[in-house]
């Protein structure tokens, strides 16, 4: 019996010797969150190059960059200085990425940190005009449990991600970072959570990849304007794909769909647009004519709108089970 029990012993502290060792990541390189930019442009120097396959650690600040702590204040809000809103990590540039290539972007792991912020600013939101004065709220975070308490008395589950990730654009304009473009940007989608790979059209060359905006919580939408703003720490990997079907804006997959993303001032444009690329995706890869493409994702694909609130642009996506990929 003794023996039977040393066996099942052994056995147990072997599996989780194999978990843990599963779960560890091998990080290549690391980024603190002062090395950092809140423009996108080609003229933005990298702080770090690597090669495709490197696998990168970042730290990030919140969209106020500091000013919105853990014991922030109403009139801290109401004196925000805009200039510094939305720090990206990075650009990192990587060796061999070429203008028509694709950059992949594996989110390894994200660590919540103790605590987030969410308001409403003043002319800023979907529904400005019902909600013209500003408001703050702080949460302390339970990083075991990845929940915040509502008003005391409503857990909430945590879904943390990057609300800003992208490459630079082909220009040596300094764009906002506050709506999202062709590069990525701005896009705000809850479904880009941890074990999700992003794929960016590079631009120019070494993509000059950043990350940042990190939000704990975020419903469809971020409707007032704000997600829980929350400092993050994010482990990613970065590869170089040449030779694949040229995508035109961000797209997306994880165990479960694949997803094209589509920008534009009105839904109307940014959902036609979210459409006819996954018509292109389904017909460029699978064995469907366009029309057939296009007949299935009116059966099958799911369009979510993922932002509303970043002027002048919103963001559509559509959402494509893997189950149904499969068998095509």
């Known amino acids: 019996m003794n023996n039977i029990k040393l066996i099942i012993f052994l056995i147990t502290s072997l599996l989780i010797m194999s978990c843990e060792k599963s779960e560890s990541i091998q990080v290549d390189h690391y980024l603190s969150a002062d090395q950092k930019h809140n423009k996108f442009s080609r003229t933005i120097e990298p702080v770090l190059k690597v090669e ?66 969410q308001a409403i600013v003043g002319g800023f939101g979907f529904l400005t005009d019902r909600f013209p004065n500003p408001k703050l709220s702080i949460y302390d975070i339970d990083t075991n449990s990845k929940t915040i308490n509502y008003k005391n008395k409503v857990k909430i589950p945590l879904k943390p991600f990057a609300g800003v990730m992208g490459v630079a654009p082909d220009t040596d304009e300094l764009l906002s970072t506050i709506p999202p473009r062709e590069n990525g940007g701005n896009m705000d989608d809850p479904s880009i959570v941890e074990g999700t790979t992003v794929y960016f059209p590079v631009l120019v060359d070494g993509a000059l990849f950043s990350i940042g905006d990190t939000h704990a919580v975020q419903g469809l939408g971020e ?22 079907v040229p995508i035109p804006e961000p797209q997306y997959e994880n165990d479960e769909i694949y997803a094209v993303t589509g920008f534009g001032e009105t839904i109307d444009i940014a959902t036609k647009k979210a459409v006819n690329y996954m018509v292109d995706h389904l017909s460029s890869n699978y064995d469907l004519t366009e029309e057939e493409a296009y007949m299935l994702c009116s059966l099958i694909g799911d369009l979510k709108i993922a932002e509303v609130v970043d002027v002048p642009n919103m963001l559509v996506t559509m959402h494509f089970p893997k189950s149904i990929l499969s068998q095509l």
């Open 52 to 117: 495709s396959g490197a696998v990168i650690q970042v730290e990030t600040s919140e969209a106020s960059d500091g000013q919105l702590g853990k014991n922030a204040t109403l009139e801290d809000l109401k004196n925000i200085d805009f200039d510094p809103i939305h720090p990206l990590t990075g650009p990192v540039y990587v060796e061999n990425a070429e203008v028509g290539d694709i950059l992949a972007v594996d989110l390894l792991k994200i660590d919540l940190h103790d605590y987030g912020w």
């Open 223 to 244: 409707v007032c304007g704000t997600a829980l703003e929350s400092p993050m720490t994010i482990t990613y990997r970065v590869r170089v794909l040449k030779g694949k």
